[in-house]
């Protein structure tokens, strides 16, 4: 029962692999496989949520924390699926494979949030990230100018380097502890606190998931990659694996040992550095899925702004802002796949008029960006707003005036996008068609939103219950 | 915290909060333009109905926030959901909920696309509105703040004039900006006092330079959104592209959380740093005032030059709060109401000539009192009321803000009446020139004279222009306990501080 979520995942992976077998697919029946597994696993999430064991030899702990992210990821999972439905980058062809390497990335993140033990939460990474390297490519190659192949060699470059350097870490800790356990090594890495190598270590491994998350000087693969793939599978590589990403950089940076006054002062710079440099980039893009690439870093520097608190409710805020994040770009990149015609990259100028060719859609992206620039009530705001209280609270002064700057400069590259939805001429751009399914995620989505946003309270202190029971 | 509170049975402010936003999420279901239309107006009708109720149950005699409701909202940070009313905002709130109805009657023929959408964003304006004034958490202040940003762009970007895209970013970026470090600020003054409640801010024994830092990021905020000069370049292109509805939304309610922003807070919660710095912006408002009368003096397009007005217009009301005693401070809470009546019907005026000649250039319009008899008749007492002709509600406002102001500094009143000459200058001009014009005026025989509905939606206008005018002592009444408290508290806070200084020594 307690891994009823990765069983699901995994049997919708072996299912598409049946799937990538038969020579006749019709594209719905595939597409709504897909949205109906997606939404099995989350009913599982739920139905596993209360659970609290430890299996296989101790490696893989099921308890609130990793619950908690697993329930976030199904449920990202199912927008992101609705919002995929068309698929319409990729060829219908390579479509089973598409949807059995999502399921199995999707998997490795549900692992990897439970993995207790180093080799076990290195396999899960591995898994969830190469089944992403192998979606980029997949992109149908209608211009010739295989940007996909480019965005996937960079991507798995760079991946590799990033987890190199994260096995360079584990290796100093496994040699400084003796254990590959966490909860072995969190005593244990408190008595060799002293020698700089213990620092270094885990500094090392953050830096793998500074990666995932895409901070300042990591953050290379990001744009190339976002614009390489097709606009659904970076609505995927730009949400959920973020979740992972932070579930474990919440557990590691809990794990500094000895004076975290350099680890703080590390964060500070890239905090800054991120949201400056991703910003102010940010405001020159044409290509939508490179803005919010760019934004996406600049949101990566907040959520350094929750964690270089060190305390359980910094650490509360920033599950809650990386949840309400996920929704908040599922809202946008539902968007952007329904708008893009045949699966082509959109330039802002494409969106121009929409909410006269799809006045839903226009919503949605109101919405979404309006979420992503921090405007109350929706969640980006609550989100924003308590990481810099709690990031004052520390007496970070100065910090929180730079971020409160930054909030400022963002908001004009999203009322860009919106003043393109709703104030220009749609010229000759056809309008949008929209299933059913599509409408009802998009209202959930924009509920989610907003509710998120007004009623934060329960979740926060629910993420902090969780948080609690890993430090 | 409840000492100062006073409650009531009914969740009276919450109903007026959330009804309309009940009434917008209706219209997403339903969207015949009839019925967005007659929805909106019955909405907006019932919630001015149900906020006259506001001024029979108050009571005049407490400085306390009455119909006050509190309950927890976010209890990690000690965020709570207050709101209440007190003699400084029971005023603006009337006015957001009574101006209302009249948008939506005024936006009845010239909102032609999009109706639906349209009587949605004037609704969800309305929550936002209302919200803001009534309340008393600083971060649901902060939420209706910003949130107000959305309809409000959309009312410009998507239903306004050729360079609505302009004015539109202008109108965000600028108040965004401006709003940016009042978050920082207001999180500063939370870790100080570790509650959001904002009584529990004011009268703290804040050191002086934390004071002036927060007055600063307050000041910022709220210049811009008056607008103050010379932070008022969004105004003019805001209220020219915005259609009539916007506009009368933009210069009666929205201009007037600047000023409200200034009296709550910046006085009660920064008071050291108010009497440092209200000097330089009382210079500041004479600027303004100067500024804006010259400027409106030039301007061939109507809204244009009933923008700048505005500019000179809120500049007096800054200098009556600045100059801190009752009958400035008096004189300028009513001087918003003023402002927001007598602005809000000019800019319908404006409307009905566009409507009619489809330009806002004074020169189209040329000579047009001869055909439109009824018309001519609301301009011209609406022109008199702006600049402030005895017997209209302005004289009563200025006059006030004027008399305060000579109890403050003879200097600075004697700089201020340039400005009142200016308006009438500026006034007589566009009234003569659209009225009267000149003897080679355009044929204007095809327009016609207003018909039933747009009478309704100006006379309730006149109605208070001379209800003010002739007897303010109603309205006066409302406010006076509330201002003279602030002002006690300021001036005993004042003395505490000079016999701290005097021991010092």
Known sequence: MAILPEFALLTGALAFFALSLSKKLDAKQVSNTAVFLGIVTFICSLISFNQNVTVFNGCYQVDLYSQFFKLMISLGLVFVLIAGQNLKGIDISVRPEYYMFLFLSCLGLMSLVSSVELITLFVSLELSSFSLYLMVPMRDDRTGVRVQMEAGIKYILFGVLATGFMLYGMSYIFGLTGTTYINDIVPALKQVASQPAAFFAVVMVLSGFFFKLAIFPLHFWVPDVYQGASNETTGFVATIPKLGAVALLIRFVIMVPGDTQILVNLMIVLALCSMFYGNLIALVQTDVKRMLGYSGIAHAGFILLGLLTLNASGYATVMYYISGYVFMNIACYTVISNVSVDGENLAISDLNGLYKRQPMMAFLLAIGLFALAGIPPMVGFMGEFLLLAGALKQGYLILVILAAINAGIAIYYYLSVVKAAFTADPGDRADVEINGVTKFGSVALVLIIILMGAFPSKIIAFADTAVKTIM | ?505
């Not at chain 2, 119909?67 to 909202?73: G, L, M, R």
């Open chain 2, 1 to 505: 915290m409840d000492s100062l509170l006073i409650n009531e049975g009914f969740p009276l402010l919450s109903f007026l909060v959330f009804f309309p936003l009940a009434g917008a999420v209706v219209l997403f279901f339903f969207s015949g333009e009839k019925f967005a239309r007659l929805w909106t107006l019955a909405i907006t009708i019932i919630e001015a109905i149900v906020s006259i109720q506001l001024l029979t149950g108050f009571d005049q005699a407490t400085p306390k926030y009455q119909f006050a409701e509190a309950y927890s909202w976010i209890p990690q940070w000690n965020i709570n959901y207050i709101l209440g009313v007190d003699g400084i905002s029971i005023l603006l709130v009337l006015l957001s909920t009574l101006i209302m109805p009249l948008c939506v009657l005024a936006s009845w023929k010239y909102i032609k696309t999009r109706v639906t959408q349209f009587m949605f964003c004037l609704l969800i304006m309305q929550v936002s509105m209302v919200g803001l004034f009534v309340a008393l958490d600083f971060i649901l202040f902060w939420v209706f703040w910003e949130f107000m940003l959305i309809p409000m762009y959309l009312l410009i970007a998507v239903w306004g004039g050729p360079r609505k895209e302009y004015a539109s970013i202008k109108f965000f970026i600028y108040t965004m900006a401006g709003s940016v470090f009042l978050l920082v600020a207001i999180l500063a003054l939370y870790l100080k006092n570790g509650s959001f409640f904002i009584p529990d801010m004011m009268w703290q024994n804040y050191s002086t330079t934390f004071q002036v830092l927060v007055f600063l990021a307050f000041f910022l905020a709220f210049a811009i959104k008056v607008p103050m000069f010379p932070l008022h370049t969004w105004l003019p292109a805001a209220h020219v592209e915005a259609p009539t509805a916007g506009s009368v939304i933009l210069a009666s309610v929205l201009l007037k959380m600047g000023t409200y922003g200034m009296l709550r807070f910046c006085i009660p919660i920064t008071p050291d740093a108010t009497f440092m710095l209200a000097p330089y912006i009382l210079w500041l408002s004479i600027a303004g005032i100067i500024y804006g009368g010259f400027t409106a003096l030039a301007q061939s397009d109507m809204k244009k030059l009933i923008a700048y007005s505005s500019v000179g217009h809120m500049g007096f009301v800054t200098l009556g709060i600045f100059v801190l005693n009752t009958r400035g401070v008096e004189g300028s809470i009513i001087q918003m109401i003023n402002h927001g009546v007598t602005t809000g019907a000019l800019f319908l005026c404006v409307g009905l000539i566009y409507e009619r000649t489809h330009s806002r250039e004074l020169s189209v319009a040329q000579g047009c009192g001869k055909f439109m008899p009824w018309y001519a008749t609301f301009l011209g007492l609406f022109c008199l009321s702006s600049f402030g002709f005895p017997g209209t509600n302005s004289f009563i406002g200025e006059f006030l803000i004027l008399a305060g102001a000579f109890e403050f500094n003879k200097g600075l009143a004697l700089a201020a009446i340039p400005g009142a000459v200016l308006a009438a200058a500026y006034m007589l001009r566009m009234l003569q020139k659209l009225l009267y014009g000149t003897p080679d005026n355009p044929d204007q025989s095809h327009l016609k004279d207003l018909s039933f509905r747009e009478i309704v939606y100006l006379a309730p206008f006149a109605v208070f222009v001379f209800w003010i005018g002739l007897g303010p002592q109603p309205f006066i009444d409302l406010i006076h306990v509330s201002v003279t408290n602030l002002l006690d508290q300021l001036h005993s806070w004042q003395q505490v501080q000079g016999v701290a200084q005097v021991l010092l020594q």
